[in-house]
């Protein structure tokens, strides 16, 4: 009995820009350092921007081909050759930012406010 060749998945997740945007470093890892091409995988499954991703990989678009458009560097060959698309119009969203400030207990904030003056100086 022959040995079946393994298959490879491919699972990319979501995230908006921020996500594609790190999805598409890691597929370029991927490739440069451990030379697995993503175009090769038997199944590719997405969700959210990770499907957007998934749908340019199996139509044959390369991780390099991805990360230099997402630079604004012309891509010159492959499918998305001379293709324009500015990310943050078409997802209506800019990359994310932190957040220094959120909801919280504004009763657990009076409270440690009023032990400051009892806590020893570190």
Do not use: N
Request: hydrophobic share 40%.
């Amino acid at each position: 009995m022959a040995a079946r060749k393994p298959k490879r998945g491919l699972v990319l997740g979501a995230g908006g820009v921020l996500g594609a945007a790190w999805s598409v470093g890691a597929l370029c890892a991927l490739e440069e350092v451990c030379g697995f091409d993503p175009r090769d995988a038997d199944v590719i499954i997405g969700t959210s921007a990770g499907s957007v991703l998934g749908a340019l990989v199996a139509g044959g678009v390369s991780p390099r081909q991805l990360r230099d458009h997402q630079l604004g560097i012309p891509v010159t060959e492959g499918p998305l050759s001379g293709f324009s698309w500015d990310y943050e119009r078409a997802t209506s969203q800019r990359p994310g930012r932190p957040r220094f400030f959120a909801k919280g207990s504004g009763l657990l904030l009076r409270s440690s406010a009023r032990k400051l003056g009892k806590m020893p100086p570190t």
